[in-house]
């Protein structure tokens, strides 16, 4: 009832604070036989960690990924893994200001209205760093989903702020610090720079995928693919919005159109972003998520404090402009996470089906 769970055939557990002594991840239902090691995990924790560059928060923090269990010899038991990462350069006292204050757009007044009691130092649970044992544990699902079906997962941003991004190619996504798919980003370097003199933040929308799809994952009516990929989505700190395929989009479109044709060659478009009636058809999945600006800024913004007297918030403390700059990896591991609990519920019920017709192509 807590919340702190999710899946239940790949159930992750995530615990911890954003200043307490250390984050991590518990994973139950993980198949055997699995060769697992850290450095299966780090390479998705570093693409994620702050500090990488200076258009994010300036808090350093290794994100060290330590197995302490479920792994042995190498490779996976069965039982659950957990997977512990070390807080080492917390500030606290940043947030002295707002032991008595809200900061707005924040989780602050909430908390402390459910539990009677709030952990201020970085935002407690409600923290963005809560999302690193995530990233830990869709690389987990990530590792065995490629072995499996083949299954890979990528991710770009599209729009930072007012500025959208054009799609160029996805090789040039690792060699920025937007994970903008363009190999330009001077634009978004400034509207950055400009943005942080400013004391302020923007929102962004970031679009992952997952490729080598297979088919027939999903459950009717309430277990629909797409409706706990939304779910997992919106279990991101600061999304306040999820597309599948053309999204919004639909609105204007025709049924002439928005239907994706079928020919014995595959699909001939992607309008479902990989989905019909909540089950896979083996396309791309395609998923857009908004994310909107950080809450924590410089600018002095109306709140109350305890008293319910009207007071003035400056939020001090390392911030990202722009959380949503960080948001790539996490977008891919929350989709992963999905996709593996989904694979591994058909592989339960489904597993000895033979379909009478042969699968076709994803697209043409």
Not at 134 to 147: E, F
Not at 212 to 225: A, R, S, T, Y
Not at 226 to 232: C, K, N, P
């Amino acid at each position: 009832m807590s919340g702190n769970t999710f899946g239940t055939l790949f159930a992750v557990t995530n615990f911890g604070e954003s200043h307490g002594p250390a984050i991590g991840c518990v994973i139950d239902g993980c198949p055997p036989g699995m060769a697992l090691s850290e450095a299966d995990i780090q390479g998705d924790l570093d693409r994620r960690r702050p500090g990488t560059s200076k258009y994010v928060t300036q808090r350093n923090e290794p994100d060290a990924v330590e197995i302490l269990s479920g792994v042995y010899e190498g490779k996976t038991t069965g039982t659950p893994i957990c997977l512990l990462i070390k807080n080492t350069d917390q500030r606290s006292k940043d947030y002295g200001n707002i032991l008595d204050t809200f900061r707005p757009g924040h989780a602050d007044y909430s908390y402390l209205q459910k539990y009677g009691i709030r952990d201020p130092r970085g935002g407690g649970r409600a923290s963005a760093r809560l999302t690193a044992p995530m990233v830990a544990a869709g690389a987990v699902a990530k590792k065995w989903l490629l072995q499996t079906y083949g299954t890979t997962f990528r991710g770009c941003m599209a729009q930072i702020g007012d500025i959208a991004i054009p799609f160029e190619a996805w090789e040039h996504v690792p060699n920025n610090p937007f994970f903008a798919p363009v190999a330009d980003v001077t634009k978004l370097e400034a509207y950055m720079d400009e943005l942080r003199k400013a004391g302020d933040s923007c929102g962004a929308r970031i679009r992952v995928t997952a490729s080598g799809m297979p088919v027939g994952l999903g459950e009717p009516l309430f277990d629909k693919l797409d409706a706990d990929i939304a779910f997992a989505m919106m279990g991101i700190n600061a999304v306040k919005g999820v597309e599948i395929g053309a999204g919004f989009a639909s609105v204007t479109q025709r049924g002439t159109t928005h239907g994706d044709s079928l020919s014995p060659a595959g699909f001939k478009s992607n309008n479902a972003g990989g989905v019909l009636g909540g089950i896979s058809t083996g396309q791309d999945l395609e998923v857009s998520i908004a994310i909107k600006p950080t809450s924590s800024i410089l600018t002095p913004r109306e709140s109350v404090n305890m008293a319910g007297e009207t007071t003035s918030v400056i939020t001090k403390g390392r911030h990202d402009p722009c959380v949503g700059i960080r948001a790539t990896p996490i977008a891919e591991a929350m989709l992963a996470l999905v996709v593996m609990e989904h694979a591994l519920r058909q592989r339960a019920q489904c597993g000895d089906v033979v379909s009478p017709m042969k699968a076709i192509k994803g697209s043409v």
